[in-house]
C-alpha cells in the first residue's frame, strides 16, 4: 500500500476480506455508507476539484442464492442516488449467453435474476 494512503475492507463481513478500497487522504475523502460481504458503498469527494460521487465496489458470491440479497441491497440504494454512482467489479455473473465461454449455456433463469436487479439501477 502506498505510504499515508487509507484503505477500507470487508473483512468484519467477509472472512477473506476480498474487496479493499484505497485512496490517498491528500486528494480524496472518502466515507463510507454500507460495508457488506459482497460490496463496499462509499461516497467520494475529491478535495480540489469537481469529483462528487457514489462509489460501490462489488465481489459477488459463486453461488447465485447467495448473490441474490447483495442484488437486492443494491436495489434499495439505488432509490436513494441522486448524483454520479460508480458501480465496479466482479459480479460473478453474466448478463447475456454469449458471455459464457466454449458455447456453454447458461440457465436462463440465472440470466433473467441480474437483468431484474439491474434494472432497478436504469
Known amino acids: 500500500m502506498a505510504h499515508d494512503w487509507e484503505m477500507e475492507s470487508n473483512y468484519q463481513k467477509a472472512v477473506n476480506g476480498s474487496i479493499w478500497v484505497m485512496w490517498d487522504p491528500n486528494w480524496f475523502e472518502v466515507s463510507f455508507h454500507y460495508v457488506d460481504a459482497q460490496f463496499i458503498h462509499c ?3 475529491e478535495r480540489q476539484g469537481d469529483l462528487n460521487c457514489f462509489v460501490t465496489v462489488v465481489y459477488g458470491y459463486n453461488e447465485i442464492e447467495h448473490r441474490q440479497s447483495s442484488w ?5 440504494i439505488a432509490i436513494g442516488i441522486s448524483i454520479p454512482w460508480l458501480i465496479i467489479g466482479d459480479f460473478n455473473a453474466m448478463l447475456t449467453l454469449q458471455d459464457r465461454p466454449l458455447g456453454i449455456r447458461l440457465l ?3 440470466l ?3 437483468m431484474s436487479a439491474l434494472q432497478g439501477f436504469f
Not at 437486492?72 to 434499495?76: G, P, V
Open 108 to 110: 436462463m433463469l440465472k
Open 72 to 76: 437486492q441491497e443494491l436495489q434499495h
Open 112 to 114: 433473467e435474476l441480474i
Open 43 to 45: 461516497h467520494v469527494n
